[in-house]
C-alpha cells in the first residue's frame, strides 16, 4: 500500500467520499479525525461481537426509536 508522511492512501469510492464530506462538514470535524473514528468503532464491532455493524445499526435505531415512544428498558439480572 502507497505510503505518504506516515499515512496510508485507501482508495474509496466517490459516493462514499462525497457522504464523508458532508458529514464532516455537517459535523464541524476534519474528514480525516472522521474517517479515524468511523474505522475504529468499525474494527470494535467486528472484533468484539458477532453482530455485523449494519446488524447492530437496525438493532440500535429499534431500541431509539422504542425509547422516544416512552418504553422503559429494565435490566434482567
Not at 32 to 49: G, K, Q, Y
Not at 51 to 76: Q, S
Request: hydrophobic share 45%; aromatic share 6%.
Amino acid at each position: 500500500m502507497p505510503r505518504a508522511r506516515g499515512a496510508s492512501l485507501v482508495p474509496i469510492s466517490d459516493e462514499l467520499l462525497k457522504e464523508i464530506g458532508l458529514l464532516a462538514e455537517r459535523t464541524g470535524r476534519p474528514v480525516r479525525s472522521l474517517v479515524n473514528e468511523i474505522l475504529r468503532e468499525a474494527i470494535e464491532v467486528f472484533s468484539n461481537t458477532d453482530v455485523r455493524p449494519e446488524e447492530a445499526m437496525k438493532d440500535y435505531i429499534a431500541l431509539h426509536e422504542l425509547k422516544r415512544m416512552g418504553f422503559t428498558f429494565i435490566p434482567l439480572k
